[in-house]
């Protein structure tokens, strides 16, 4: 299965200001896909990170808040936007291949003060 | 009610002992992931179920399609494998996950 690569793993950010955390995987995968988990809660999908296109994103979400860049199919990029101390929380990123299930990065660790 | 639902929320086990996470949903899926969630944060990926049971080291997941529901069995458990466990249905690409199981063990 690929391997993720997933940096910063933690972060402690001004309110205010922007966050980028970037996912590489070690192979061409069809989809990426990025998270939030709240503190004590279960994860929650953000966007699926289209290659070549606009992300498309879940409800109570949006791209002005989470821009999402997916230039080529091992590569993506989650801001997090004029944070907010509840934007505190873990980002994940994860990949899939169709048949293959799903591979996770490490995790961003976000504290916005 | 939440779509995926998984009991205990916490379960405290001495060394050795067997140790069963269960995982209910309710609606169709095309699989289901048991996930592992270690105190940093990353998420390692236990099993990817589509029917009956796999095995893996001491870990076995089973899942019964009809009744929608799923197990993950932790056989003679060790402190290494204190974590979170997570259920997971995939609907098409999309991932649902269960609240989680946090697993302690005690040596």
């Known amino acids: 299965s690929a391997v993720i690569s997933q940096k910063p793993s933690r972060d402690i950010c001004q309110r205010g200001t922007s966050l980028t955390i970037q996912c590489q995987v070690d192979?061409?995968?069809?989809?990426m896909f990025w998270y939030r988990q709240q503190p004590g809660q279960s994860l929650t999908l953000i966007a699926t990170?289209?290659?070549?296109?606009?992300?498309?994103?879940e409800s109570g979400f949006v791209i002005d808040k989470f821009p999402i860049s997916r230039p080529n199919l091992t590569f993506s990029t989650l801001t997090v936007s004029n944070m907010s101390p509840e934007d505190s929380s873990i980002y994940l990123c994860?990949?899939?291949?169709?048949?293959?299930?799903?591979?996770f990065g490490s995790g961003t660790r976000l504290t916005v003060v | 009610k939440n779509e995926v639902e998984q009991s205990p929320q916490n379960l405290t086990a001495q060394e050795g002992e067997f140790i069963t996470i269960n995982c209910s949903y309710s609606v169709g899926i095309s699989a289901l992931h048991w996930l592992q969630q270690h105190p940093g944060g990353g998420i390692v990926s236990l099993f990817m179920?589509?029917?009956g049971k796999k095995k893996h080291g001491r870990l076995i997941a089973t899942i019964n399609i009809q009744e929608k529901h799923s197990s993950l069995h932790i056989t003679a458990s060790h402190p290494r494998d204190s974590a979170v466990y997570i259920c997971?249905?995939?609907?098409?690409?999309?991932?649902?996950f269960g609240g989680g199981t946090r697993v302690l063990v005690k040596p």
């Open positions: 997971a249905v995939q609907a098409g690409n999309k991932l649902t």
């Open positions: 192979s061409q995968v069809t989809m």
């Open positions: 179920l589509s029917s």
């Open positions: 994860s990949a899939s291949e169709r048949g293959y299930g799903y591979t």
């Open positions: 990170a289209n290659q070549g296109s606009e992300a498309t994103y």
